[in-house]
């Protein structure tokens, strides 16, 4: 049912249900913003809802969490470890140039792929290829001869979003709003402890991670680090970093006028021109399933076809269903665990 609902977009159906263009600018595009990068007016209604009948059905969906570490220690890290004591290898700074195919009695295969090894290219062999990309990734990889399948071709149709991430350092605590002396002093971190929304910013999602990640963030005789992410990011992409940090900066100063009183004492600026696939209604039906036409290669990632949105989480529940159609040949079961059951 909800799926059926990705041609309209979630202010349409707000509105079609009584709800009002003022809760949806003060409540509801803070909120898509921060899933999807786009307002209210832009994002399927599909997206969304899916959330929203998560939280419903899921009690541990609805918290808020940050990691305890950076996400190399959290995540990264782990998955390494998880693979690597299994006998498999992780190989970087080997760009994918090309994938070798051929067809057999009317069957693609695919025979190998083309990597960067140095200063020249190594052609690998497999028995599976498994392509776990972003849109502007995939969009590279595959060759145009297979742009004659739908499946292929119809992942042209979806585009990337673009968000820049600011963090920016002070010398004091911006969110801490009761005590000057507080808010000042550097014995230790003072402020919101939590994930913070607002509708007055063009960030509508930021947090002090010296409080909400103090493992790796806080620093002593250092106060707040705020990480703001600018949603739409369309405007900023083409800016300097400079004159980004400085915008940043006068919209805290807006939201927690007392930081006047701060000074930021660092800033760094990271842009992605190619984020996130853009939810938009309609494009649901473009995302590609895990299996292919090419009988030797899948594909992996939060934009292809799963029940949940384009995020960490949509990109797990792909990586196994990835699994699951790899592994249907020989009658091995891949089951979703934990909040994401399947």
Known sequence: MIRALDPISFADWFRSHGGSQNSLKRMWDPIALALGFIDTEQISARCMLTIFMMFASKTEA???????????????????????????????????????????????????????????????????????CDIPGIQRLLPSEWRKWKEFDNIYKLEAVPVVTVQLRFDGWVTELHSAEQRQQLDHAAGMDNLLYSADADFSCFADLALTSPQDYYREGQGSLMQVVLTPGDPFVKMSNEDVAQHALKQIHDLFPASRQLNMTWFNVVKLAQSLYRENPGMDPYRPPQKTPVSNFFLAGSYTQQDYIDSMEGATISGKQAAAAILQPTGYQVKGTGLFKY
């Open 62 to 132: 609805s918290r808020l969490n940050m990691l305890a570490g950076s996400p190399d220690e959290s995540i990264h890290k782990p998955i390494l470890r998880y693979i690597e004591e299994r006998g498999a290898k992780v190989h970087t700074r080997c760009q994918t140039r090309r994938i070798l195919f051929e067809e057999q009695n009317g069957q693609t295969q695919v025979t190998g792929i083309l990597v960067a090894n140095g200063e020249v290219d190594e052609a690998i062999a497999a028995d599976i290829y498994l392509a776990a």
